[in-house]
């Protein structure tokens, strides 16, 4: 059983930059991929980022490619989310996962964390 705790979230104004950290326990965290979703009230939760066992591939959403870098440590177990030139359509809810398979950008992941909200102001 893999817990995740993400930490980070916060309010920083459009064009900002936040760093988002999960950390994980109860397993071998570099035997799973990690991810970010996120989730605005309303609307479905959406894929944002994902990153191999090792950190040697990563995938992201066209929504942010470029503006958001997520890395991981194998000795911390932990995985980051660094958001670069933030705009209010970022502000969400993010959530940690984790799947012992190769990435994908659905939601079949294994474990989930309780989630950071991250709001942006105009």
């Known amino acids: 059983q893999v817990q995740l705790v993400e930490s980070g979230g916060g309010l920083v104004q459009a064009g900002g930059s936040l760093r988002l950290s999960c950390a994980a326990s109860?397993?071998?965290?570099?035997?799973?991929?990690m991810a970010w979703f996120r989730q605005a009230p309303g609307t479905e939760r959406e894929f944002v980022a994902a990153?191999?066992?090792?950190?040697?591939?990563?995938y992201y959403a066209d929504s942010v490619k470029g503006r958001f870098t997520i890395s991981r440590d194998n000795v911390k177990n932990t995985v980051n989310l660094q958001m670069n030139s933030l705009k209010p359509e970022d502000t969400a809810a993010y959530y940690c996962?984790?799947?012992?398979?190769?990435?994908?950008?659905?939601?079949?992941?294994?474990?989930w964390g309780q989630g950071t909200q991250v709001t942006v102001s105009s």
């Open positions: 996962a984790a799947r012992l398979y190769g990435a994908t950008m659905t939601d079949a992941y294994n474990y």
């Open positions: 990153i191999s066992w090792s950190g040697g591939i990563t």
């Open positions: 109860g397993g071998t965290f570099s035997r799973y991929t």
